[in-house]
């Protein structure tokens, strides 16, 4: 099957580690679509700017595709304490068969003069090439009785952000409300609880620093 490239997103995460690990957990991200030139035709965005959310096919760029002969069946989601193996298709896991990613993000513009979509919510780094864009249809797309597999019964509880008010000065009031909300989902993986532990992302071009005590997060 060959697949094309029909735009890049721009956004501030940068790494894999600190990106959501679901599309919709952090609205206050803000990021751009931008086509590539052969898609780059406003008349292609027509009618788009009638829907509030779309969903976005994409490619995990960053991440290496296991061959068949070492394909494993099973991945350790991080929701279960990365403890708890299962089956890799019950699993959202970046670990995929194929290098194909979908997220639904919420369309906050459609610059038709400049061909860019702008959106919130993504869970997708800096650069990632992305294969379809199409639209969400609540009668079609969503189903509020839905049973949820092992997610129904493991809740989270955000944690709480302390960033010093000199090094929210670094970022813009959305850029920083972004970053709080994104840290509070505790980037870290789940089975690691060292509260001497200095952990790191990039966002919006800086280098963020942070240790996790109990249920506290303290950038440094």
Sequence with gaps: METKVIAHIRSALSGKFGAPRQSGLVEELKAEIHFTPGFRKSEALRGLEGFDYVWLLWEFSQNRIPDVDDFRATVRPPRLGGNTRMGVFATRSPYRPNAIGLSCVRLEKVDFDRCILLVRGADLVDGTPILDIK??????????????GFTDDTGWKPLKVIIPKERKNDFTREEAEALEKLLSLDPRPRYQDDRERVYGLTFSGREVKFRVEADTLTVI
């Design 135 to 148: 639209p969400y249809i609540s009668y079609t797309d969503a189903h509020s009785e839905a049973r949820c």
